[in-house]
Nanobody, 122 residues
Framework: QVQLVESGGGLVQAGDSLTLSCVAS????????GGWFRQAPGKEREFVAA????????YYADSMKDRSTISRDSAKNTVYLQMNSLKPEDTAVYYC???????????????WGQGTQVTVSS
């Protein structure tokens, strides 16, 4: 059973950068695609970015594709999400997910972390 733990969230100002990390334990991220989703208060959980099992393919939501980079370090069993030029509307709980295929659909992921809060002040 793969367990995912996110870290790196916090309170930042608009325009700042932040890098989130997602570490897998109890199993390996190897062979699994990784994804990041976010959920703002009162809104549904939405797709942010995804990366294939070997890092060869990446996929971004339109709202984040010019401001974020998803990457992975297999040796560290970790997937990262670097976000730049953060805006107040990026405020949300950010969730890491793992599954067989990279996808923008929540249903395609089998494992989820507990989330890390990102708050962007104006």
């Amino acid at each position: 059973q793969v367990q995912l733990v996110e870290s790196g969230g916090g309170l930042v100002q608009a325009g700042d950068s932040l890098t989130l990390s997602c570490v897998a334990s109890g199993g390996t991220f190897g062979g699994l695609a990784g994804g990041w989703f976010r959920q703002a208060p009162g809104k549904e959980r939405e797709f942010v970015a995804a990366i294939s099992w070997n890092g060869g393919l990446t996929y971004y939501a339109d709202s984040m594709k010019d401001r974020s980079t998803i990457s992975r370090d297999s040796a560290k069993n970790t997937v990262y999400l670097q976000m730049n030029s953060l805006k107040p509307e990026d405020t949300a709980v950010y969730y890491c997910a793992a599954g067989r295929f990279q996808s923008d659909s929540r249903d395609r992921y089998d494992y989820w972390g507990q989330g890390t809060q990102v708050t962007v002040s104006s």
